[in-house]
């Protein structure tokens, strides 16, 4: 399960277990604690063996301001499941999303309601293709 965390919203995807397409899942409201016990609920149902949160950075590659909201939300996750985590890359997910959902016939007051979701498909899909190319992870450990 990969996860776009924002302050406003999070955005979930998914993939198969062989990894091999990563979908985008739905949009919630960024609410906190009620927010990660929906997750941890959500992932023990859908049978999620593994957590990415997408980790802003900015063009340079360092992590931008949000990014320590984003790995104790992803530390939090992870302690509530019991999942191994990784962080994910998100830099230019939400516009390749964006790009994506355009080229698919979205229309733009349909995109930005699905914009989330599918960022965090952008990221796992990412994770993935790095992870099947044998590159370096895109991922690190915690802090």
């Known amino acids: 399960m990969a996860l776009d965390h924002g302050t406003k919203k999070?955005?979930?995807?998914?993939?198969?277990?062989?990894?091999?397409?990563?979908?985008?899942?739905?949009?919630?409201?960024?609410a906190?604690?009620?927010?990660?016990?929906?997750?941890?609920?959500?992932?023990?149902?859908?049978?999620v063996q593994a957590l990415l949160v997408g980790l802003p950075r900015h063009k340079d590659g360092v992590e931008s301001g949000t990014a320590p909201l984003a790995r104790l939300f992803g530390e939090t996750l992870a302690s509530l499941t019991g999942l191994p985590l990784r962080?994910?890359?998100?830099?230019?997910?939400?516009r390749e999303a964006d790009r994506?959902?355009?080229?698919?016939?979205?229309?733009?007051?349909?995109?930005?309601?699905?914009?989330?979701a599918a960022a965090a498909a952008v990221i796992l899909n990412d994770f993935i293709e790095c992870r099947r190319s044998a590159k370096v992870p895109v991922s690190e450990p915690g802090p």
């Open 100 to 116: 994506l959902l355009a080229e698919r016939g979205v229309k733009p007051k349909d995109r930005k309601a699905k914009l989330d």
């Open 32 to 47: 906190g604690d009620i927010s990660l016990n929906k997750l941890a609920r959500l992932a023990r149902d859908e049978g």
């Open 87 to 94: 962080f994910g890359d998100e830099h230019l997910s939400s």
């Open 10 to 30: 999070i955005g979930i995807a998914f993939s198969d277990e062989l990894e091999i397409l990563a979908s985008p899942f739905e949009v919630w409201p960024q």
